[in-house]
């Protein structure tokens, strides 16, 4: 990527107004992890300094106090400005776009704990219920004194069972949790670039597609 450019002219990515800083003074080169930067002083007239020492090339971060002849870099600014310039600029988003998968395998898989865990506790219900109320009919004394419909009781009291327990687990509380994970999962499953919603479709159809379809940033080599 082009390197960062710093000084007194107005085609700098950073203007400084200031009669010590040269037109084009120094530029902050990019690496290709777009996360490590080199300052390298452009043959100014006044110098660069990191730290106190003045400096013609340097690895630097955003702890350092840099000075642009006896002008000093306001780091966060600086650096705040550089991100939106790399964002803008930046054309490659593999590492990012791959991350993604990463994100949609996980969602998934707790979505599927989600209707899991619900079933197993509907399960769990009914069967308690069903036998509670067995026990219940089975040693009931008026039951037990006309014995043919015993048998037809007990047959019944499976279905009783089923309709309670459907209608105690709440089907609300699993929307619920389903909703969250999906706010979750929209949050994040976005284009690394413009942040073009991708929750639509699955990972693979957008890499399948190589490029995002709003800012055209690449996804895929
Ligand atoms: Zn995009």
Redesign the pocket.
Known sequence: MKAFTIGRNENNDYKIDNNTVSGNHAELQIADDFKTFTLKDLNSTNGTSVNGQNIISKKIDEKQRIQLGTFSLESEELFSQLRTYILKNRTEFIAEFHQLKEIEIKYNKEKQNVNKYFKLKSALLKGGITIGLMVLVYNNAYVKSIEGIRIYLMLGIGTIGGIISTASISDKKVKEKLEDLYIDFSETFH??????DMTSKSWRFWKSKKK??????NWVK
Do not use: E, L, T
């Open positions: 284009c690394p670039k413009c942040k073009f995002c379809p709003k800012c055209k940033c």
